[in-house]
């Protein structure tokens, strides 16, 4: 075997397939997972050639998501979009990719085109083709794979070509490689003659960013031209430039998570976390815990924030204890709790979120986190949480309603979060939001204006969300009697507060303060 792919050793991505096997045989152009910086380039340039592993992706990728995935993407049911779960995270040539029903084993040829090239100019086709001896050793056991018939090879640069393969009772799509290698080739057979799908690369740009502009999205989950480090023959340079540079902080802490989660999945993936799963006390109801708050109060129930830092205010809080302000905001008559989790930006933790679940607070926790993938949720389910945020100028709806019902099949609930028009109309498009924030701060440039709770919640909009008798929780910017009245007479039966309440030097009766009387008991 040559080049610099590396295989993961770790067997836990061996799942099935739950929709019969998919095969993608031919790929080019960088676009297609095999990213530069994971070919060796130098001086002495020759052509490569390597055995990789396609791994098709699924979910949480429409942003640089490689050109297979897109593509098998298109050709899975519709069903299946929601229902198909990543396991785990392999690093090799295929940079990102999360493991998806089906793996293809594939030689790969990369031929140099000029002299001394940019990057771009490299074009890689990838051919199927039996694994080698050594590369089987390391892949048996892990992998389905089926030999592909020469006559289906493709070679055409930047085009791909998929096959969606049917499953003959004599196909051996499940058998370990080296069973393949010694010359079992029924799989091939069952490859239908006609291409199913066939996408041009510009397509799938075009069809990627069309997703997620028709949707107003402005944060790019990842750097479109990866992060700012290249490599060339030996060397290794910085280059900042607009695609690898955040726009604004949002965008920096989503890229940031980005990371953490693709590192965090490796240590506990999936299939562990579900386990962990059926041990952890089943979750409370954070909608009801509210709905009786506001019933019993007559003021919008409280969702109070352990927040010890956030990037525009700095530290909040020097002596920052977790579970003692826990208490003390459930002594006060919280109705639930916010628990921020993000460590680099809020100085949060999954820590805190376990130790306040574990010191017997009975309060439901909402896991503050930028989620941007469903392993997420099951991490913080896992941590105690009732609860999880989704911001909607982050996650397409598409997300959004895959999130959902992972949260419904957890038992969680969901509060997604929203800041303009916009983003309001999308929500309230989804269907199954029961609780929808209004965020008054914009997280792109933290500007605080809890006039954007009464706008958005006027007219049309407002008639929609009594119909539909969704919970509007006003978040953000608010420390006085007068800010809760203003968001209550605007129709919000909840807030989420943080900063006001955490800054008091007992934060339990800060909560008296904030609304103008005792509202706990
Ligand atoms: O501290 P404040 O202004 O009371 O805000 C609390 C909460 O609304 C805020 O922390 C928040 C709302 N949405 C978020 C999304 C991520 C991080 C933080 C937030």
């Not at 030689?107 to 050594?134: D, G, Y």
């Not at 070509?161 to 290698?181: E, F, K, V």
């Not at 690369?201 to 992060?227: F, H, K, L, N």
Request: charged letters at 25%; a neutral charge; one cysteine or more.
């Amino acid at each position: 075997m040559h080049g610099r792919v590396q295989y993961s050793s770790n067997g836990s991505f061996a799942t099935s397939t739950s929709t019969g096997p998919i095969r993608l045989f031919v790929i080019a152009g960088n676009c297609s997972g095999l990213h530069p910086r994971d070919i060796p380039i130098d001086n002495k340039w020759t052509d490569r050639e390597y055995w990789t592993l396609l791994l098709p992706c699924l979910f949480g990728h429409q942003y640089r998501m490689c050109l297979p995935c897109v593509c098998l993407r298109s050709l899975l049911p519709s069903d299946s979009k929601g229902s198909l779960f990543p396991t785990t995270l392999v690093p090799n040539s295929f940079g990102r990719a999360q493991v998806g029903p089906t793996y293809v084993f594939c030689k790969v040829i990369i031929r140099r085109t000029k002299v001394s090239p940019p990057l771009s100019t490299f074009k890689a086709s990838i051919l199927p083709a039996k694994a080698s001896e050594e590369t089987s050793e390391k892949m048996e056991g892990l992998v389905s794979f089926q030999p592909f018939p020469s006559s289906v090879i493709q070679r055409r640069f930047s085009t791909v070509y998929l096959h969606r393969l049917t499953r003959s009772s004599s196909s051996s799509s499940c058998a370990p490689l080296r069973a393949q290698q010694s010359g079992i080739t029924g799989g091939s057979e069952s490859v239908s003659s006609a291409l199913e799908g066939k996408v041009s690369e510009q397509e799938v740009v075009i069809y990627q960013d069309e997703v997620v502009a028709s949707q107003g999205i402005r944060i790019r989950r990842r750097p479109p031209t990866g992060p700012p480090l290249h490599y060339v023959g030996p060397f290794e340079f910085r280059l900042q430039n607009e695609g690898n540079t955040p726009r604004n902080i949002l965008e920096e802490i989503v890229w940031n998570k980005d990371k953490e989660v693709t590192l965090m999945k490796e240590k506990r993936p999936l299939y562990t976390l579900k386990k962990a799963l059926e041990t952890v006390p089943p979750p409370r109801d954070f909608i009801g815990a509210l709905r009786s708050a506001h019933q019993r109060t007559g003021l919008p129930g409280l969702i109070a924030e352990v927040k010890k830092a956030s990037p525009s205010r700095g530290i909040l809080r020097e002596d920052f204890d977790p579970v003692a302000i826990a208490q003390a905001y459930e002594k006060g008559g919280a109705a639930c709790l916010s628990v921020l989790t993000d460590e680099k930006y809020f100085k949060g933790s999954f820590e805190n979120l376990q130790a306040i679940r574990e010191a017997g607070v009975k309060c439901p926790l909402l896991c503050k986190e930028f989620i941007i993938e469903a392993w997420q949720i099951y991490y913080g389910r896992s941590k105690g949480a009732d609860a999880v945020l989704l911001i909607a100028s982050v996650l397409p709806d598409l997300d959004i309603k895959y999130m959902i019902k992972i949260c419904k099949i957890l038992g969680m609930a969901t509060l997604v979060e929203v800041h303009d028009e916009r983003e309001m109309d999308r929500v309230l498009a989804i269907e199954g939001v029961e609780l929808i924030g209004i965020n008054n701060r914009n997280l792109e440039a933290f500007e605080v204006d809890i006039g954007i709770t009464k706008r958005l919640l006027e007219g049309e909009r407002g008639e929609l969300i009594r119909q539909k008798d969704i919970l509007v929780v006003g978040e953000s910017g608010l420390f006085t009697p007068e800010d809760i009245a203003f968001v209550q007479e605007a129709g919000v039966k909840a807030v989420l507060v943080g900063e006001s309440l955490v800054k008091q030097s007992d934060p339990g009766q800060g909560i008296s303060a904030l609304f103008g009387r005792d509202v706990s008991g």
